[in-house]
């Protein structure tokens, strides 16, 4: 609905309207090589009650609906010590912990699937600029890290949980965004490049998940 312009009168630089997805279609849940882009999995949601038998399953083997589905998805590179980089939808730290006894590691955006993720201390702390980011490692018996969970600012705080990777700076990204750098009413926008840091974890997140 146009850049700039009177909508900027209405403090609105831009307006989208996105339609929803349609209500008669199928959902699949897929993995994808990340370097490639060749997509390697592909699981249809069937009907709910077969649906409904994974979820038996899940129950009996003491793990949790998207944890099942990515060890399914991944389960020809079991042992690999690849970097599986996965959605909200799959991504928690019993994931994490799953596919870590499986030989793969983990990096995942976390949403609402927050059991046993530390959100309410990650979410109290201070970030006052992009590129800021904060974390927690866990350790095992000798010492040597296992999972991190952290934060990092971009527009919004987001936050991950990893078995692979690590907060060291890594490659700043690079956005080209519409902006009113004139103040006056009216005025038409212009392209600006935002270069934000992150750390190399959320490097790697976000140079694959586009792949899927």
């Not at 596919?99 to 793969?104: H, I, P, Q, S, V």
Request: proline share 4%; hydrophobic share 35%.
């Amino acid at each position: 609905y146009g850049q700039g312009g009177d909508w900027i009168n209405h403090g609105l630089p831009m307006y989208v309207a996105i339609d929803r997805k349609p209500e008669n279609g199928c959902e699949i849940q897929n993995a994808a090589c990340g370097e490639s882009g060749v997509m390697l999995q592909l699981k249809l949601v069937k009907t709910a009650q077969e649906e409904s038998t994974i979820i038996e399953a899940e129950d009996d083997a003491g793990l949790n609906h998207g944890t099942v589905i990515t060890k399914e998805l991944v389960k020809p590179w079991f042992n690999s010590d690849r970097i599986v980089c996965a959605d909200s939808y799959f991504a928690l730290v019993a994931t994490a912990k799953e596919l870590k006894r499986c030989g793969l590691r983990f990096i995942g955006v976390v949403k609402t699937a927050t059991k046993r993720f530390p959100l309410a201390y990650l979410s109290s702390l201070e970030l006052h600029n992009r590129g800021d980011r904060k974390g927690l490692v866990t350790r095992d018996a000798d010492g040597q890290p296992t999972l991190l969970a952290f934060v990092w600012m971009d527009r919004n705080r987001r936050y991950f949980i990893a078995s692979g990777s690590s907060l060291q700076e890594g490659l700043p990204y690079s956005r080209d965004r519409w902006r009113q750098v004139d103040e006056e009413d009216d005025a038409l926008p212009e392209r600006v490049r935002l270069q934000v840091k992150q750390p190399k974890a959320a490097e790697l997140y976000y140079s694959t998940c586009g792949s899927i």
